[in-house]
């Protein structure tokens, strides 16, 4: 027996599915805008650090080991870390963190942002987490501190210096091909398994966002601390080298043969460390 159909059902029928689909169309549209509007705010934020950082930067941090002067007594000129006070080096480091690891830390935030929607969850969860994160790399320029006090004090010479940074190219460039390198990439690169193997500690008011950015910090730190070495060794605001490796961390975490680009830079890092260390050596 065919059941028909009430008169009038069709249109209504009709209407209740277009007002379904209107509110399906708008349910996927509503995450598209906040994928813009996550992406856009931290770009903005990255591209305002870089702004600052090119009309104020400080000629004593963009020196790095091996481009420090040549002769003791110009050595003067160099106001590495002790140059400045404490609380202004760890401020210029926090926005120099913001230029550069924003951009690649865009897809870790979105993925964050999306399970924050679902919970229905305020957008200061996401702040949270993304202060959890540069708190870790917050942390990270007390020890970048008291490296460039450090060389300031300790390094007599020009040939100790060229020492000093050949190795720390060397090891800088092995740490690239290490496997725990390997490990906390894949992390970087895996967004959604931080946001499932930590959902148990998400649920915690702001708390919660904060230790998860923290733990994400941690594992960037680990992933990206060998570069930041790097630019120790040739200037840490010089503006051209923080732009080459801030490209190398986003197409390290973001692009598929991110990984593979990484191991080859870390094969030329550590060869780049090894002329370094042979010139001050006297071989070449």
């Given at each position: 027996m065919v059941e028909r159909e009430p008169h009038g059902g069709g249109r209504r029928g009709r209407s209740i599915l277009s007002a379904t689909e209107a509110h399906e169309h708008r349910g996927r549209q509503t995450p598209r805008r906040d994928v813009y509007v996550i992406t856009a705010s931290l770009v903005f934020l990255a591209a305002i650090a870089w702004l600052y950082i090119v009309r104020t930067p400080d000629q004593g941090m963009a020196v790095g080991v091996l481009t420090r002067p040549p002769s003791d007594d110009a050595m003067s000129a160099m106001e590495s870390g002790s140059g400045m006070s404490f609380t202004l080096f760890i401020s210029t480091w926090i926005v120099m963190m913001i230029a550069m690891m924003f951009p690649a830390v865009v897809p870790v935030v979105l993925v964050f942002d999306r399970w924050r929607r679902t919970r229905h969850r305020s957008v200061a969860s996401t702040v949270s987490f993304i202060a959890g994160y540069l708190a870790v790399w917050g942390s990270a320029g007390l020890l970048v501190y008291a490296a460039l006090v450090g060389i300031e004090t300790q390094v007599?010479?020009?040939?100790?210096?060229?020492?000093?940074?050949?190795?720390?190219?060397?090891?800088?460039?092995?740490?690239?091909?290490?496997?725990?390198?390997?490990?906390?990439?894949?992390?970087?690169?895996?967004?959604?398994?931080?946001?499932?193997?930590?959902?148990?500690?998400?649920?915690?008011?702001?708390?919660?966002?904060?230790?998860?950015?923290?733990?994400?910090?941690?594992?960037?730190?680990?992933?990206?601390?060998?570069?930041?070495?790097?630019?120790?060794?040739?200037?840490?605001?010089?503006?051209?080298?923080?732009?080459?490796?801030?490209?190398?961390?986003?197409?390290?975490?973001?692009?598929?043969?991110?990984?593979?680009?990484?191991?080859?830079?870390?094969?030329?890092?550590?060869?780049?460390?090894?002329?370094?260390?042979?010139?001050?050596s006297g071989i070449i």
């Open positions: 007599e010479n020009s040939t100790t210096a060229v020492t000093i940074g050949g190795i720390s190219l060397i090891a800088a460039g092995l740490y690239q091909l290490s496997p725990l390198k390997t490990a906390c990439l894949n992390h970087c690169r895996s967004p959604l398994g931080l946001v499932m193997q930590h959902s148990r500690h998400l649920g915690r008011g702001l708390r919660g966002p904060f230790r998860v950015g923290i733990v994400h910090g941690a594992y960037c730190l680990g992933c990206c601390w060998a570069l930041m070495v790097v630019l120790i060794v040739l200037g840490l605001m010089n503006l051209g080298w923080m732009a080459a490796v801030a490209a190398l961390i986003l197409v390290e975490k973001t692009l598929p043969a991110g990984q593979a680009f990484g191991r080859v830079s870390g094969v030329g890092i550590a060869l780049t460390g090894a002329v370094v260390l042979a010139t001050a």
